[in-house]
């Protein structure tokens, strides 16, 4: 856990959130500001600041982000949607932790905005 990270603390439960699902890898929750009618986050409990900084010794957390979008979608009665991960200032990431965006529930457009 890192002291300055807004998704940290909501992991920590520090800050409240709609949790969607936890388990010990990663945690959802819905976006306070929707993108779309169905948005939530997927990010591992384990800080890693971004994309770029996935390597062999924090993949496999990745992956399993990726089996539990698959199982929240799944629940939910999802079965077209988007997946969004901004890497870096220019991308847009304006939180430094690894995060998934999930968005479903309306057409999407590209590019994206």
Known sequence: MKNDCLFCAIIAGEIPSKKVYEDE?????????????????????EHICC???????NS???????EVIA?????????SYRIVNNCGDQAGQTVKHLHFHVLAGRDM?????
């Open 71 to 79: 199982k929240i979608c799944k629940e939910l009665g999802v079965e």
């Open 25 to 45: 890898q990663c945690y959802a929750f819905y976006d306070i500001e929707p993108q779309a009618p169905t948005h939530f986050l997927v990010v591992p409990k």
């Open 51 to 57: 994309a770029a900084k996935i390597d062999e010794s």
């Open 109 to 113: 457009t590209w590019p994206p905005g």
């Open 60 to 66: 496999s957390v990745v992956a399993h982000c990726f």
